[in-house]
């Protein structure tokens, strides 16, 4: 109930009472949670405990608003005008509508593009998901302390910059939103592709990108075709979830998950917002990823996927280069062209740096020149930085010593 309910009492009081006191509204829903905590463990769970929250929030946001209206009118005037108008104005709309609203419109304000992108995600956990500031440390690796005074930081200027609470008007809705989803797709990729041990966040992670895209798709106005796009991509690669990874952990790679673990459901729904994205007449880099998700959903390894693939990777490539869809394309070319055409392709790119790079020529090079595969893969465990990938790769090295009878 703490992460469904704390953060859409949050979005509703920050939408209230403005960024100026973000902490009062995030206060007030922690000492919610408290009074819920004490009481519920004396009288018992109430038959509709989310109502119970919402009476008891909105009880404390109204003795919060008139404690500060009398000290503004007996000490410093000028804060009761700040703080409320009227006594109507007193009254806290925790209606679903106003609910729904304050979400969206507390992401674009989040997003903003003056916040910086790890801050705008941090941010977008702890108001728009309810994550704790421990479980946002565990996600990306790092001390709570660091977290807070990111947090504080992007608070900070949220402020400074006096950003409102809104949707943009439908002039900058297309601006705006650019950030928005790309705060939403690093949030998924946080929990997909994540280097963090923790199983349950991880996933946690994905679900939370889908439901505030899924807000987006729902409302008529930001109900556009990159985000039925980057909503069809989460479904697709959340599909393959689960055959992801093994009991221990450890990673299987794409040819060797098993089919069966493939989430039907999410694939079809994959497919049904890839449709609604086929409107108008710009293609989105989350397009054609979700096109290359699409095909990776495929049962059968036919020719025609992998040339389908490539294509597109062809195109991803063209609108936004990134080291990561460059070695993903030149996997879809060996598997298009065959291993000797990519093994040139692969060494043109040169990505010294990246340890995905050499377990790749590793990859391409296993059946063509097995000792050369060999010291790829060893160079790429010498840089491997997580025990997944360290597992991974170490079974590779092995396979190959099992092919040559060392």
């Not at 108001?127 to 440390?137: D, Q």
């Not at 994959?270 to 994205?277: I, K, S």
Request: charged share 25%; aromatic share 10%.
């Amino acid at each position: 109930m703490f992460r469904t309910e704390y953060r859409k009492i949050v979005a509703v009081l920050c939408k209230r009472f403005g960024f100026e006191r973000m902490e009062v509204a995030e206060d007030i829903a922690s000492d919610t949670f408290l009074t819920a905590m004490q009481t519920w463990g004396i009288e018992g769970i109430p038959e509709n405990p989310t109502a119970w929250l919402y009476r008891v929030s909105s009880n404390k946001a109204k003795n919060y608003l008139q404690r500060s209206t009398t000290f503004g009118q007996k000490v410093i005037p000028e804060l009761a005008k700040d703080i409320v108008t009227g006594t109507a104005e007193l009254d806290i709309d925790l209606s679903p509508q106003n609910i729904n609203d304050s979400q969206l419109q507390m992401m674009f304000a989040i997003c903003h593009p003056s916040i910086a992108p790890e801050a705008q995600v941090g941010l977008s956990l702890r108001i728009l998901c309810g994550f704790g500031v421990e479980e946002i440390a565990d996600a990306f690796l790092t001390s709570k302390d660091t977290i807070n005074k990111r947090l504080f930081r992007a608070r900070e200027r949220l402020r400074e910059e006096k950003i409102s609470i809104g949707l943009p008007a439908a002039s900058e809705l297309d601006e705006r939103l650019a950030p928005v989803l790309t705060t939403l797709y690093l949030l998924f990729n946080e929990g997909y592709y994540s280097i963090s041990q923790e199983k349950t966040v991880r996933k946690e992670l994905c679900l939370e990108a889908m439901r505030l895209c899924t807000m987006l798709v729902e409302n008529p106005g930001t109900n556009k075709p990159q985000v039925n796009a980057l909503l069809a991509l989460m479904c697709f690669h959340a599909s393959r979830f689960d055959a992801r990874t093994g009991k221990n952990g450890e990673i299987i790679l794409y040819q060797e998950q098993d089919t069966g673990l493939w989430n039907t459901d999410l694939i079809s729904k994959g497919g049904y917002f890839l449709h609604c994205a086929t409107t108008g007449d710009k293609i989105s880099r989350y397009h054609l990823e979700a096109g290359i998700a699409y095909w990776n959903t495929q049962r059968p390894d036919t020719q025609e996927k992998w040339e389908n693939i490539l294509q597109l990777y062809n195109r991803l490539l063209q609108i936004e280069y990134s080291p990561v869809a460059a070695l993903n394309r030149t996997y879809a070319f060996s598997k298009a062209n065959g291993k000797q055409q990519a093994i040139a392709e692969a060494e043109k790119l040169e990505l010294i740096d990246n340890h995905f790079y050499f377990a790749l020529l590793g990859e391409l090079y296993t059946g063509i020149d097995n000792r050369k595969a060999q010291q790829h893969f060893q160079k790429a465990l010498s840089m491997a930085q997580t025990t997944a990938d360290v597992s991974a790769i170490q079974k590779k090295i092995l396979e190959i010593r099992g092919q040559t009878g060392e």
